[in-house]
């Protein structure tokens, strides 16, 4: 089974903070994103890498930026955190290439900025 | 980019009968299309996938179409049961890279 964790479940931030949210995957899957899930917009896509050092801008990436220095392992990273980013914050990762794109998920950190 | 819409974000319907929700997209080159379930506090899932070079595709009591003319595809459940109540996403993407979600669907099945 393909095994998707998060760092923490849970956690409480105070604005102007800088945040670090780890992702970590054991099936050596190439590609790996991050999400924010709130309620009536469903999963809006943050960031998303397809290599090492590789990443891409996806549709809400102002306030965050990503680090993918080892393959198993994404990080997103929110440089002063405000209370607009107080969220659900998903991660994923898919095999990558033709018939493997399922997505696997993590179980989620809820971020609470105060 | 990519954009989808998914309809109804609410639908309730009793145990037995069928639930159709339905999905649009804007890119035309995008040709995978999976469906995923999230159930109350845990991670989504994906429950059935569809590409662009097929037209239905069916697992059990779980159905998708595909129009890629119309740019829109469908998941339909027959015999709902309770356990299917769950927030159910709609994604489309091009080789799975950028993946783009709908803002999903509650799903109720009453007994």
């Known amino acids: 089974d393909v095994k998707v964790t998060q760092s923490s479940r849970y956690l409480v931030k105070r604005t102007g903070e800088k945040v670090f949210l780890e992702c970590v995957q054991d099936m050596d899957h190439e590609n790996m994103f991050w999400y924010r899930q709130d309620p009536g917009l469903g999963l809006r896509l943050i960031y998303f890498?397809?290599?090492?050092?590789?990443?891409e801008k996806g549709d809400i990436p102002e306030g965050y930026s990503v680090s993918r220095e080892k393959k198993e392992r994404f990080s997103l990273i929110l440089e002063s955190a405000s209370t607009n980013q107080t969220s659900m914050y998903l991660c994923?990762?898919?095999?990558?290439?033709?018939?493997?794109?399922?997505?696997?998920f993590g179980p989620g950190t809820r971020l609470l900025v105060l | 980019g990519e954009n989808v819409e998914q309809h109804p974000s609410t639908l309730s319907v009793q145990e037995g009968d069928s639930a159709v929700i339905k999905c649009t997209y804007s890119d035309s080159a995008s040709n995978y299309f999976p469906w995923y379930k999230q159930e109350l506090g845990k991670r989504p899932q994906l429950i059935i996938d569809i590409r662009s070079n097929v037209g239905e595709k069916k697992d059990q009591r779980i159905a998708v179409t595909l129009n890629k003319t119309a740019k829109h595809f469908s998941l339909h459940i027959t015999e709902t049961q309770p356990e299917d109540s769950a927030v159910y996403f709609c994604?489309?993407?091009?080789?799975?890279?950028?993946?783009?979600f709908g803002a999903g669907t509650r799903l109720t099945v009453k007994p």
């Open positions: 994923a990762s898919s095999l990558g290439g033709s018939h493997k794109e399922t997505q696997y």
């Open positions: 890498s397809y290599d090492v050092k590789m990443k």
């Open positions: 994604a489309a993407s091009i080789g799975g890279n950028d993946m783009r």
